[in-house]
T-cell receptor, first 118, second 116 residues
Framework: DAGITQSPRHKVTETGTPVTLRCHQT?????MYWYRQDPGHGLRLIHY???????DKGEVSDGYSVSRSKTEDFLLTLESATSSQTSVYFC?????????????????FGEGSRLTVL | AQKITQTQPGMFVQEKEAVTLDCTYD???????LFWYKQPSSGEMIFLIY??????QNATEGRYSLNFQKARKSANLVISASQLGDSAMYFC?????????????FGSGTRLQVQP
């Protein structure tokens, strides 16, 4: 199993408070991702990173920021949490190659972090 | 932009029967990859199978096969001989094939329930 740990695994917070979720990997994969999972929407990409200090926005990035100061850590921050950010957050890592090549680019997922914003 | 569509929110199948989960995709890329993931009730995401856009043969992994019809832009998952442990959410996803900044785009998922 890929070495990915997310913390915290569960968090309840109040509207307007800052929240940081941490993703830590031991696989030395270049690519790291944050997705959120909501019923009826599947997994939607929030932000992703291609290396240290190299990040990009996904389709639902509003209200979120990320940082990657070390290869192994990818932090997701909600500066001021809102109830619409209640969700399950998944971190994922990959080391993608060209499609059809020996490295398919599959994602390895963490166990998820359930965030409730009251 | 890429889009994945899974039109079956829920499916039922009898144990030991085969089931097909539908997935259609939209992309302007010539090169891309298609994935299926399984999410049991425990919540973890499990990689099942991969198909590259240039692969001429359908991918197979044990009881899982991917029915890839490129002209129709479909990538249906076929599970043969369903087992109770197959009850889960199933997600179809795709990734652009060219090197560079790439991420998986997921469909909304299909919940499969296997009945004894």
């Amino acid at each position: 199993d890929a070495g990915i740990t997310q913390s915290p695994r569960h968090k309840v917070t109040e509207t307007g408070t800052p929240v940081t979720l941490r993703c830590h990997q031991t696989e030395n994969h270049r690519y790291m991702y944050w997705y959120r999972q909501d019923p009826g929407h599947g997994l939607r990409l929030i932000h992703y990173s291609y290396g240290v200090k190299d990040t990009d926005k996904g389709e639902v990035s509003d209200g979120y920021s990320v940082s990657r100061s070390k290869t192994e850590d990818f932090l997701l921050t909600l500066e001021s949490a809102t109830s619409s950010q209640t969700s399950v957050y998944f971190c994922a890592i990959s080391e993608p190659g060209l499609a059809g090549g020996p490295n398919t680019g599959e994602l390895f997922f963490g166990e998820g972090s359930r965030l409730t914003v009251l | 932009a890429q889009k994945i569509t899974q039109t079956q929110p829920g499916m039922f199948v009898q144990e030991k029967e085969a089931v097909t989960l539908d997935c259609t995709y939209d992309t302007s890329d010539q090169s891309y990859g298609l994935f299926w993931y399984k999410q049991p009730s425990s919540g973890e995401m499990i990689f099942l199978i991969y198909q590259g856009s240039y692969d001429e043969q359908n991918a197979t992994e044990g009881r899982y096969s991917l029915n890839f019809q490129k002209a129709r832009k479909s990538a249906n998952l076929v599970i043969s001989a369903s087992q109770l442990g197959d009850s889960a959410m199933y997600f179809c996803a795709m990734i652009p094939g060219q090197e560079g900044r790439r991420a998986l785009t997921f469909g909304s998922g299909t919940r499969l329930q296997v009945q004894p």
